[in-house]
């Protein structure tokens, strides 16, 4: 079964500073991998998404991520961020867990938080 | 483009009680719908595919007798949790995909519901 791992419950950035926020996934195929946002109390926005071709990809909101299948990575960046940027990042992959057909399995989430 | 909606946004009731969630997808058709459910600052977890037109498919795990999902037609899906009981408390989110329902198009969210039995 596929896993997605998110190795920073938290993480703390200056506004105007650039960001990393870090994916791993563990898959047997080609994954198809995903970036969303949540803000408090609300639903998932879709950030990105990467399912072939260039192996960069470019978002909303100024966001970008690389796949790195050496690497089992999507990391997701911004070289600038904001303070709207401050919410929950979900990395997620898509693919057959247990019962269910192409369900996201996301990773536990990265809380962002942007100090002034 | 790409809306979902669910409503309620809020819902509070009585152990004992049903309760129905409802997911449209305002502008495409969407033959797959996902119910997710989320667990105060946890991630979210696949609790079951709804299918336009066939019977849900649970994971494992999720009771489904007690969740149970209709997906009548293509732009809506309901969630009806039966007889809830304060541990079925949680953040219900539902998402639709578009793009003819290819597992590499991105899945759209509503903006959950959160629910709450005394």
């Known amino acids: 079964a596929q896993s997605v791992t998110q190795p920073d419950i938290h993480i703390t950035v200056s506004e105007g500073a650039s960001l990393e926020l870090r994916c791993n996934y563990s898959?047997?195929?080609?994954?198809?991998l995903f970036w969303y946002v949540q803000s408090p109390g609300q639903g998932l926005q879709l950030l990105l998404k990467?399912?072939?071709?260039?192996?960069l990809v470019q978002g909303i909101k100024g966001f970008e991520a690389e796949f790195k299948r050496s690497q089992s990575s999507f990391n997701l960046r911004k070289p600038s961020v904001h303070w709207s940027d401050a919410a929950e990042y979900f990395c997620a992959v898509v693919g057959n867990s247990g019962g269910g057909a192409d369900g996201l399995t996301f990773g536990k989430g990265t809380h962002l938080i942007i100090q002034p | 483009g790409a809306v979902v909606s669910q409503h309620p946004s809020r819902v509070i009731c009585k152990s004992g009680t049903s309760v129905k969630i409802e997911c449209r997808s305002l502008?495409?058709?969407?033959?797959?719908m996902f119910w997710y459910r989320q667990f105060p600052k946890q991630s979210l977890m696949l609790m079951a595919t709804?299918?336009?037109?066939?019977?849900?498919?649970?994971e494992q795990g999720v009771e489904k007798d007690k969740f149970l999902i209709n997906h009548a037609s293509l732009t809506l899906s309901t969630l009806t949790v039966t007889s809830a009981h304060p541990e079925d408390s949680s953040f219900y989110i539902c998402?639709?995909?578009?793009?003819?329902?290819?597992?590499?198009?991105?899945?759209?969210f509503g903006d959950g519901t959160r629910l709450s039995i005394l």
């Open positions: 709804s299918n336009e037109g066939s019977k849900a498919t649970y």
């Open positions: 502008d495409f058709q969407a033959t797959t």
């Open positions: 998402s639709a995909r578009d793009g003819g329902g290819r597992s590499h198009q991105p899945q759209h």
């Open positions: 990467y399912f072939s071709g260039d192996t």
């Open positions: 898959y047997g195929a080609t994954p198809y």
